[in-house]
């Protein structure tokens, strides 16, 4: 049995038509001898029916907020039609096909309601269906908990569900189809020649995703690298290749001479720059003041610590959590608003002297002023204020030419 994994988004289920679409890409995997399993999205966007969204609106229209665990119960249900309708799609098309929530596909959580973890996946239900020729439609975005409440896995959470049953099923591959040819370079809407990569590695996409390209979940990423599962982005509105996710694959494997340095340009907006002088420099002091952000439950990043001066920053929604944490502590401080993280990516930059001083001469070109910079192996982050985005990711996309 050679099992694939077909996930669709909401916009791929939103309408009769789109499902259709949906359909021929899983007879498609049929005709290539393959087992399909689909996974599923609530259909649509916010203003939908049937959306997340407009799901988690109409309870608040109650004035009264849910508690968690009934959130989830609630936000199960678009899944739950979609998957039904899905199915029953499938059957005026001439095949078999069975319905199956989080719960009844075998994923077990842990009590996080609205964010939880995955304990283990039992997929027995799912591969006796596809012994007797059904073919699994699975609601993405939950599972259930060993006590049997229903939970969900956090926003994006269709494509974690695609990488975990994948991986539970020892999967040939994984298909996310979405309303996009595949991972591109770095966002159309600020790019025009932006394009579609047609091979990535596996930490390249974890880190676009971390770094602010909406791309995959980077959970779902993480489990397809360790279990080796490819992972394809493909439009369910045509036929293109889309972009392979992978560390190696025989059809399209990497050539190192046609690879560039850097993969692509991300960017994360609305964020905060703070700057704190300490009272007095030494550890201990240092410890209190992050040991009560994070108590405070602050996300700190871009942490850059100095004998007279300590820098990071944070999202702005939290600015006022931490302002005080620091006026408790007496710390002086100040706040840079509206700002902008934006980051390069790529494998290869991997002990390669100058990447960093060819990413800041892409910005000066453009007078544009880097308030700070972070770095890892395979990233390298400089923050700006918010109103150079554009022309920053630009900048970055041209100078290391990866609309080519």
């Given at each position: 049995m050679k099992i694939i994994i077909q996930k669709f988004g909401g916009t791929s289920v939103m309408n009769d038509e789109r499902r259709n679409l949906?359909?021929?890409?899983?007879?498609?995997a049929i005709d290539k001898n393959l087992d399909p399993v689909?996974?599923?999205s609530a259909i649509g966007r916010m203003g939908d029916p049937y959306a997340t969204d407009t799901l988690i609106s109409l309870i608040k229209s109650t004035g009264i907020e849910p508690n968690p665990r009934e959130l989830d119960i609630l936000?199960?249900?678009?899944?739950?039609?979609?998957?039904?309708?899905?199915?029953?799609?499938?059957?005026?098309?001439?095949?078999?096909?069975?319905?199956?929530?989080?719960?009844?596909?075998?994923?077990?959580?842990?009590d996080n309601f609205l964010d939880a973890?995955?304990?283990?996946?039992?997929?027995?239900?799912?591969?006796?269906?596809?012994?007797?020729g059904v073919i699994p439609v699975i609601t993405g975005f939950q599972g259930?908990?060993?006590?049997?409440?229903?939970?969900?896995?956090?926003?994006?959470?269709?494509?974690?569900?695609?990488?975990?049953?994948?991986?539970?099923?020892?999967a040939e591959l994984v298909e996310i189809y979405t309303?996009?040819?595949?991972?591109?370079?770095?966002?159309?809407?600020?790019?025009?020649?932006?394009?579609?990569?047609?091979?990535?590695?596996?930490?390249?996409?974890?880190?676009?995703?971390?770094?602010?390209?909406?791309?995959?979940?980077?959970r779902a990423v993480e489990i397809a690298m360790r279990s080796n599962i490819p992972i394809v982005i493909r439009n369910t509105n045509?036929?293109?290749?889309?972009?392979?996710?992978?560390?190696?694959?025989?059809?399209?494997?990497?050539?190192e001479e046609d690879m560039k340095l850097i993969t692509s340009v991300a960017h994360i907006n609305n964020r905060t720059q703070v700057k704190i002088t300490p009272s007095k420099s030494n550890f201990e002091s240092n410890e209190l003041l992050f040991d009560n952000i994070a108590k405070a439950g602050v996300s700190i990043d871009m942490i850059n610590i100095y004998p007279e001066q300590i820098f990071f920053i944070i999202d702005e929604k939290q600015d006022i959590l931490l302002e005080k944490v620091l006026k408790k502590l007496n710390y002086e401080y100040s706040l840079i608003h509206d700002c902008t993280k934006v980051t390069i990516i790529g494998n290869r930059m991997r002990g390669i002297p100058g990447v960093m001083a060819k990413a800041v001469s892409a910005l000066s070109k453009e007078n544009i002023e880097i308030l700070q910079t972070s770095d890892s192996h395979t990233t390298i982050s400089c923050l700006i204020e918010s109103q150079y985005t554009n022309k920053a990711v630009n900048a970055l996309h041209n100078y290391f030419e990866l609309g080519k």
């Open positions: 949906a359909i021929d890409k899983i007879e498609a689909v996974v599923v936000m199960s249900c678009g899944e739950i039609i979609s998957a039904t309708v899905m199915a029953n799609t499938l059957k005026a098309r001439g095949h078999k096909a069975a319905v199956f929530t989080g719960g009844q596909a075998g994923i077990i959580t842990d973890k995955i304990l283990k996946v039992s997929p027995e239900n799912i591969l006796k269906s596809l012994e007797e259930m908990t060993e006590n049997g409440d229903i939970t969900t896995l956090g926003r994006g959470g269709s494509d974690v569900t695609a990488s975990i049953i994948g991986e539970a099923l020892n309303d996009v040819d595949g991972v591109m370079t770095a966002d159309p809407k600020i790019v025009p020649d932006a394009r579609v990569m047609d091979t990535i590695f596996y930490n390249e996409v974890f880190q676009m995703a971390e770094y602010g390209a909406k791309v995959l979940h980077p045509s036929d293109y290749n889309g972009t392979l996710i992978t560390n190696y694959h025989r059809t399209r494997s990497y050539i």
